[in-house]
Nanobody, 127 residues
């Protein structure tokens, strides 16, 4: 079992920045891929970024590439999502998740492939 705790959400104006954190505990060696997802009201959950924890390779959804950066601190078992140049359409509840996946599945950032989920953290971007 892997437990995930997400934090760092908040309210910012368009163009602002936030850094989300996802702290993992438990049997963390059972997963090798960490992802960030978001879900706005009335929409499906979508993957925005993932990282292959064993090699550090990162993957991004097209809509966020260049504005969001996923990183990890292995010593702290924590994955971060640095969010810059935020837009109102980035408003959503953000979730982190973990799974043991082959590289191409990690790169797909498909929610149904992730088995461990943290609670959400709300990000609100005002215009």
């Amino acid at each position: 079992q892997v437990q995930l705790v997400a934090s760092g959400g908040g309210s910012v104006q368009a163009g602002g920045s936030l850094r989300l954190s996802c702290a993992a505990s438990g049997y963390t060696s059972s997963s090798n891929c960490m992802g960030w997802f978001r879900q706005a009201p009335g929409t499906e959950r979508e993957g925005v970024a993932s990282i292959y924890t064993s090699g550090g390779s990162t993957y991004y959804a097209h809509s966020v590439k260049g504005r969001l950066t996923i990183s990890q601190d292995n010593a702290k078992n924590t994955v971060y999502l640095q969010m810059t140049s935020l837009k109102p359409e980035d408003t959503a509840t953000y979730y982190c998740a973990a799974a043991r996946l082959p590289t191409n599945w990690c790169a797909s950032i498909w929610p149904s492939r992730f088995g461990y989920w943290g609670q959400g953290t709300q990000v609100t971007v005002s215009s």
